[in-house]
């Protein structure tokens, strides 16, 4: 089969080549489905990620495959696996420390996995699982975030960013989102009651916020934590908070797979209270290029790695 992968770890995330190559078609664990991939997302931050580089046990396995969103067809099961079929289309997240989902298949623990309707496309599908999951639990497993309370939401108009301010928007919070002068009216167009650029506004005007979701890091992390009022929350995906808030809680997280809000995902995106900013499609075959260090998108890319 064919699949990206990435070789020399200490090559640093602008050093690395993603690299088309033949593979071997992998293999159905205990519990496992094999799934034909149709379409995949891939970060290029979790190149940086041990589990990239490593199984579980901590032992190299270069080349690896990375990509961990997919939507696809279950074409085989492993020894035990429940809950899924041979021919039912699904999507979901590809294990951290096995071959990922830049391949035409992917071997994938099911439960991982959930039923992707026949009226959702996969390139849709695939813009769903990681961005998806990491809103939701960043704004209500973790941030607890309710009715009323003022969220603060940086990079609103990316990935993740903006699944977050439609969720938000739906639990009735008061957005305020942050990002580039030109994600503005995106922004605004999802829900969000303000904007603030973070090249020419100052971040401090915005006041206090009982919430405020950071996927950026670096110093616009830092300079959160006077955001958060008494009592409120500061959560990042970017790295672990060495600033904390006065009277408050900061906290960084990875996100866990959820096959129940997956499908409860999907059910928001089927009734039309959720829709994933798909910026780019391209082939397989064009990975790198989609990624290159140069290249900003809007939303979230993605890779069509077989025709429906």
């Known amino acids: 089969m064919r699949a ?22 992998p293999h159905a664990a205990e519990n496992d489905v094999v799934v034909r991939v149709h379409a995949a997302g891939f970060t290029p931050g979790e190149l940086t990620w041990p589990g990239t580089w490593t199984d579980r046990a901590g032992r190299d396995r270069t080349p690896s495959v990375p990509g961990h969103e997919l939507s696809g067809v279950v074409v085989e099961s492993g020894y035990g696996t429940t809950g899924l079929t041979v021919g039912q289309r699904v ?5 951290w420390t096995r071959d990922g989902s830049l391949a ?3 071997a994938v623990e099911a439960r991982n996995l959930a039923p992707l309707p026949a009226d959702i496309d996969h390139v849709t599908a695939a813009a769903l699982p990681v961005s998806g999951l990491t809103a939701w639990q960043a704004l209500f497993d973790h941030a607890r975030l309710t009715t009323g309370q003022a969220v ?3 990079g609103a108009a990316g990935g993740v960013g903006s699944l977050a301010v439609q969720l938000a928007r739906e639990a009735g919070a008061h957005i ?12 605004l167009g999802l829900g969000a009651h303000s904007f603030v650029d973070l090249l ?19 110093e616009i992390l830092d300079r959160s934590t006077a955001l958060v009022r008494p009592g409120g929350t500061l959560v990042t995906i970017a790295r672990p908070v060495t ?13 866990e797979p959820d096959r129940a809000r997956l499908a409860d ?3 928001r995106l089927r009734d039309g209270r959720l829709k994933p900013i798909v910026g780019a499609v391209r082939p397989l075959a064009e990975t790198a290029a989609a990624f290159a260090p140069e290249r900003r998108t809007p939303g979230k890319t993605i890779i069509r790695v077989t025709e429906d």
């Not at 305020?176 to 922004?187: L, N, P, S």
């Not at 020419?200 to 670096?218: K, S, T």
Request: hydrophobic share 45%; proline share 2%.
């Open 152 to 154: 603060v939401i940086h």
């Open 4 to 25: 990206i992968t990435v070789q020399d770890r200490d090559a640093g995330v602008r050093g690395l080549t993603l690299t088309l190559t033949e593979r071997p078609y």
């Open 176 to 187: 305020i989102g942050t990002g580039r002068a030109a994600d503005r009216a995106t922004v």
């Open 104 to 106: 035409e298949y992917t």
């Open 200 to 218: 020419a506004e100052r971040l401090e005007d915005i006041g206090h916020a009982d919430v405020v979701f950071d996927v950026i890091g670096g």
């Open 265 to 267: 995902l999907a059910g």
């Open 91 to 95: 999507f979901g997240l590809a294990d």
């Open 243 to 255: 600033v904390h808030p006065v009277d408050g809680r900061a906290l960084f997280f990875v996100v």
